[in-house]
């Protein structure tokens, strides 16, 4: 055997480990996340209806149901969650999942279905919504492409540009422009769009980012901020003034300390909110628990909820803010107490 054999072979060999042991570390990274010990203490209280009271519910990753008793709409609509292994391939929504997560939350009529941005985690069933509630399809062109490939009519179909408004109900929503959290499927900078309607099964790398927004939901003097993704415009929030802010925290935990220093002071500081409800921490390539318990966070791989939240409670703690989390399904008072009048 000659000797440039045997070091090829050796190099072979040497690569094939290497393969093994990133495949192994992807594997077991995979697997392990964050404990939920001592989650269960920061879940808001559940909250009955009642007549013009706002209420929200939470559905995992960033869909949230807000009801005042008179008018409902949807920040978001992700229900089908597909398992990591079908991301191999194309994806559609699933209906029965759509219309579980719909019962779930108590929807028969919708006033709007609004994605924060359009990947498959925030927009993907937002049309079916739609078309099983009524509901008017609101955001960037490229979210509105998601409506067309899926045969929704114009008069269901709602542009919205960055600074404008639309009122729904005793709502007004205001569009401000944001961005998306960086990350190896997004720069945080620029943004990608859907530039032709499109009709799943797609990959999931269909639904791009289009505009990501920070939504600003005022109602009967009171507000709430919602924040789909941990990326910010620096100076876009200030002198906003809300209660609640729900806070996208997905890939939050991967971030450097600075990092966190400017989504905090951008987002948090800059809109005055006293109450923190981080969202988007739950790992969507798993089904929700089917009981209403809490969900599973994204694995180590891709993020660390554990050490978000210690920081987030780190910080509200010195600024006499609070972090509490979302219960799923149940209708619950997204104010702080002392904000009632
Ligand atoms: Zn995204």
Known sequence: MSRGFRRLRRAALLLALLLIAAGLYVY???QRRPPLTGLDTLLLPAAAPQAGQL???FAGVSTLLFDDGETAWLADAFFSRPPVSALMGPISPDLQSVEAGLQKLGISKLAAVVPLHSH???AMDSPLVAQRTGALLVGSPSTLNLGRGAGLPAAQLREVRDGESLQLGRFKLSFIASRHSPTWWSDGNGHED????LKPPALA???REGQVWSLLVEHEGR??????SAGFVPGALQGRRVDTVFLGVGTLGKKNAAYRDGYWREVVQASGARRVVPIHWDDFWLPLPADGSLPQPIAYLIDDFGSTLADLQARARAEQREVRLAPLW???DPYPQSAKP
Do not use: C, K, N, T
């Open 28 to 30: 077991v990274q995979m």
């Open 55 to 57: 209420r929200v519910r």
């Open 120 to 122: 498959y985690d925030h």
């Open 194 to 197: 859907i530039e032709a309607p």
């Open 205 to 207: 790398s269909a639904w």
């Open 223 to 228: 507000s709430i901020l919602v924040q789909g």
């Open 330 to 332: 149940q209708a619950f």
